[in-house]
């Protein structure tokens, strides 16, 4: 079932966002992939952070301990994964002549969130190069000041003080946009896409849209100053929608988050009409 809208569809954001996010990513893996070879490959990978609740004289109650994995499905972390661990380590201590006097102690509340956020990777399939990386925002990553933020905004200078081309796509309504200062024109839009080539920097090229546009067909840089392969973020999100069966996931009773303007409410409410009469009603083939 298509979706009701020609381009992004609204409600994902507010609802369906982790879930979206990495069908997305992989979708644009296997989109690339026959375009890229035999000279290149693309991976999928993943970067892991997260906060803890932690507790010591040194740390205010309440204050969060921050924690990355060296390279946004949201987890929340239980002690289970090191309960078994722990209570093993514990009792032998405890148990052994050379610690009667030891006691079990908590260093940090084992409780906290844990984000995933995966991105596209190109490389030369002989060496394993990496050439280009195509990154996928989160709230998390929008969220000014917050952890989230600062984690993203750390990868994204280290890719671009270096040899590596960035495609960063912002299919988010919500948030702070990332840095950038515009030189011609004026972006529009409620998304945009920066392709990045390294050659060309510190510039680069942004393309905006709207809500009511569809997603446009993008170039993807490779290792040559002219090679480009090209991605159909349209068919990528209606292939993605379909797929996922977005249409019996998402509640359309619901109000859009982040809330729009009331021509663009007058707009949706207007293409959900036109949707549900056409289409076949919840449960039926």
């Known amino acids: 079932?298509?979706?009701?809208?020609?381009?992004?569809?609204?409600?994902?954001?507010?609802?369906?966002?982790?879930?979206?996010?990495?069908e997305f990513i992989y979708e644009i893996h296997r989109t690339l992939m026959p375009q890229l070879v035999p000279r290149y490959i693309s991976g999928v990978g993943e970067r892991v952070y997260g906060e803890w609740a932690a507790?010591?004289?040194?740390?205010?109650?309440?204050?969060?301990?921050?924690?990355?994995?060296?390279?946004?499905?949201i987890v929340e972390v239980t002690p289970t994964a090191t309960a078994?661990?722990?209570?093993?380590?514990?009792?032998v201590l405890l148990e052994s002549e050379l610690t009667r006097n030891a006691v079990e102690v908590e260093?940090?509340?084992?409780?906290?969130?844990?984000?995933?956020?995966?991105?596209?990777?190109i490389r030369v399939r002989e060496t394993g190069e990496l050439v280009t990386v195509i990154e996928l925002l989160s709230p998390t990553n929008k969220r000014k000041g917050?952890?989230?933020?600062?984690?993203?905004?750390?990868?994204?200078?280290?890719?671009l003080f270096s040899q590596?081309?960035?495609?960063?796509?912002?299919?988010?309504?919500?948030?702070?946009?990332?840095?950038?200062?515009e030189r011609k024109?004026?972006?529009t839009g409620d998304y945009r896409v920066l392709v990045s080539r390294w050659e060309w920097r510190p510039k680069a090229v942004a393309i905006g849209w709207s809500l009511r546009e569809p997603l446009p067909t993008i170039p993807v840089p490779l290792e040559?100053?002219?090679?480009?392969?090209?991605?159909?973020?349209?068919?990528?999100?209606?292939?993605?929608?379909?797929?996922?069966?977005?249409?019996?996931?998402?509640d359309y009773s619901r109000a859009v988050e982040p809330p729009l303007s009331e021509d663009e409410q007058k707009w949706v409410q207007e293409r959900l009409q036109e949707f549900l009469a056409s289409a076949p009603p919840l449960g039926t083939a």
């Open 1 to 22: 079932m298509p979706s009701p809208f020609p381009g992004i569809d609204p409600f994902i954001e507010g609802q369906r966002w982790e879930h979206f996010h990495g």
């Open 55 to 73: 507790e010591s004289p040194e740390r205010e109650v309440g204050e969060r301990v921050r924690w990355r994995q060296p390279d946004v499905a």
């Open 84 to 91: 078994v661990a722990t209570q093993t380590v514990t009792e």
């Open 107 to 121: 260093l940090f509340e084992p409780t906290g969130v844990e984000y995933r956020e995966r991105f596209v990777e």
């Open 146 to 159: 917050g952890f989230g933020w600062h984690e993203y905004l750390s990868k994204r200078h280290e890719v």
């Open 164 to 181: 590596v081309h960035l495609v960063e796509l912002d299919l988010l309504r919500g948030g702070e946009r990332m840095p950038m200062k």
């Open 185 to 187: 024109g004026t972006m």
């Open 224 to 250: 040559g100053q002219d090679e480009w392969v090209t991605l159909n973020l349209q068919e990528v999100f209606t292939t993605v929608y379909e797929r996922g069966g977005y249409r019996y996931l998402l």
